[in-house]
């Protein structure tokens, strides 16, 4: 347990997805009188909406592709992995060349160490809060897949994880069609085989998750405040947002942890960042298709997460602007595909739930202290990993706004890189 600190101070965090609910934890358990500002309830947006795996294997950061062969695919509409607007890509254009370049191998090597100092500390970062929250009941410590349908695709990526594996003390095992059909008896055939990681734990309800850490939060004398973060404002030598009832808190720190909707605030505050959105889209369907463990089928871009309300299938990557109107084509072939391995039951929502992950264009979160204003600071742009990481980086956050000597060097993420 870190000590009390001497200068603990009123703090707001503004968002609480899985990101700002682990900081307002964090920074609670550091002493600081913590004030969490949502406009919904807690792990209502993308923190519910993912496919609810705690990535321990994810050392590696999904890097923009270079082969011209995948561009190709996802120029000509034929990969599932992406979809664009045409209409969005002229304004997202900056950011993607910006995201193209930090893909190059020399400077993704540097950037994926840095992933990796991140990811390392998932599972012990979630534990205590798992622990404290008395969460356990959600979490399923078996690991996950990622199957193949060719068998070249399948050989490669098997070499590939078992080096990445053995280079970072990861658990994978390959599997092939026999044993896949072996461990997931309910398949139907047509797998080439899977590599399956078992490290990373897995969450049948994400949201509920991030609901039960902020009870926590609230049971420890945490205030909850329903209100718009963009009315924060500076106020004496702190910062100031209203709630819905019109009346304002005061904190001497604010934390900006609005996952995708970040960049509204930190544009009205004068930051350019190279961010964007890769939006994404999950539905429910009855029963679980007898799957025991989440897999990702990735030729069909199309992962089936085992889930409380039923087998949630999520999609890859959606290129679009954030608040355009939903075009689930990729769900769509996302279902198809499902169909081909599992029983697949009734969609258990009348529509697609529709997400947007925060990304940066260098891969890399941006946290820390807002370069040009005192007593605000950063938490945001997890991408693909933010369920994975909220409890890692709101910890480092908590420790530089209460001056402790932070655990992992903060200096790949500060948005000072920006600037
Ligand atoms: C399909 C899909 C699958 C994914 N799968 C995984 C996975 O398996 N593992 C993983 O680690 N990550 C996964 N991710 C990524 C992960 O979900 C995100 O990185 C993470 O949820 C971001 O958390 P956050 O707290 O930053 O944002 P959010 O959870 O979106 O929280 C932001 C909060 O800010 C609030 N807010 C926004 N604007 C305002 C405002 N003006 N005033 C007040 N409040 C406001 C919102 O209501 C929200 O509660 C996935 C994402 C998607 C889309």
Redesign the pocket.
């Given at each position: 347990m870190p000590s009390t600190h001497a200068a603990a101070s009123e703090v707001l965090v503004?968002?609480?997805?899985?990101?700002?609910v682990s900081t307002a934890l964090a920074l609670q358990q550091r002493g600081h009188a913590v004030t969490l500002?949502?406009?919904?309830p807690p792990g209502?947006?993308?923190?519910y909406?993912?496919?609810?795996?705690i990535?321990r294997e994810a050392v590696e950061p999904y890097a923009f592709p270079r082969d011209l062969r995948t561009l190709a695919r996802i120029a000509a509409g034929r990969s599932n992995d992406a979809n664009y607007h045409w209409g969005a890509i002229g304004a997202l254009l900056p950011a993607l060349f910006r995201y193209w370049r930090a893909s190059a191998p020399v400077r993704y090597e540097v950037i994926a160490r840095a992933h990796s100092r991140l990811i390392e500390h998932c599972l012990d970062e979630h534990a205590g809060w798992i622990e404290s929250a008395g969460a356990w009941g959600l979490i399923h410590k078996d690991g996950w897949r990622q199957a193949y349908r060719s068998q070249r695709a399948f050989d490669e990526a098997a070499g590939a994880a078992l080096v990445v594996a053995a280079r970072h003390g990861l658990a994978a095992t390959v599997q092939d069609a026999a044993a896949l059909a072996a461990a997931e008896p309910a398949l139907k055939p047509g797998l080439a085989g899977a590599v399956h990681w078992g490290d990373p734990w897995t969450v049948r309800d994400p949201g509920d998750l991030v609901a039960r850490y902020a009870d926590l939060f609230v049971q420890r004398g945490g205030a909850s405040l329903r209100?718009?973060?963009?009315s924060l404002q500076p106020a004496g030598s702190g910062w100031s947002v209203a709630g819905d009832d019109g009346v304002r808190v005061q904190g001497r720190h604010a934390v900006v942890?609005?996952?995708?909707?970040a960049q509204?605030l930190t544009h009205a505050l004068g930051y350019r960042m190279p961010l964007f959105v890769k939006r994404?889209y999950?539905r429910h369907y009855a029963g679980h298709g007898g799957l025991r463990l989440s897999m990702l089928d990735v030729e069909r871009g199309v992962m089936l997460a085992p889930m409380a309300r039923g087998l949630r299938l999520?999609?890859g990557a959606e290129f679009a602007r954030q608040d355009a109107p939903p075009t689930p084509v990729q769900l769509d072939r996302a279902e198809r595909s499902a169909r081909e391995l599992v029983q697949l039951g009734a969609p258990v929502e009348p529509a697609p739930w529709l997400?947007?992950?925060?990304c940066t264009a260098d891969m890399q979160p941006v946290l820390g202290p807002a370069p040009r204003h005192p007593g605000l600071w950063f938490n945001?742009g997890?991408?693909?990993?933010?369920?994975?990481?909220?409890p890692v980086t709101g910890r480092l956050v908590a420790e530089l706004i209460s001056g402790e000597t932070p655990f992992i060097d903060p200096t790949p993420y500060l948005a000072h890189r920006f600037e």
């Open positions: 503004l968002g609480a997805g899985m990101v700002g500002v949502d406009r919904r209502q947006e993308t923190s909406g993912n496919a609810g795996i990535q209100g718009d973060a963009l942890a609005l996952g995708p909707w509204g994404g999950h999520t999609t997400g947007a992950r925060p945001f997890h991408a693909h990993q933010g369920f994975t990481l909220g």
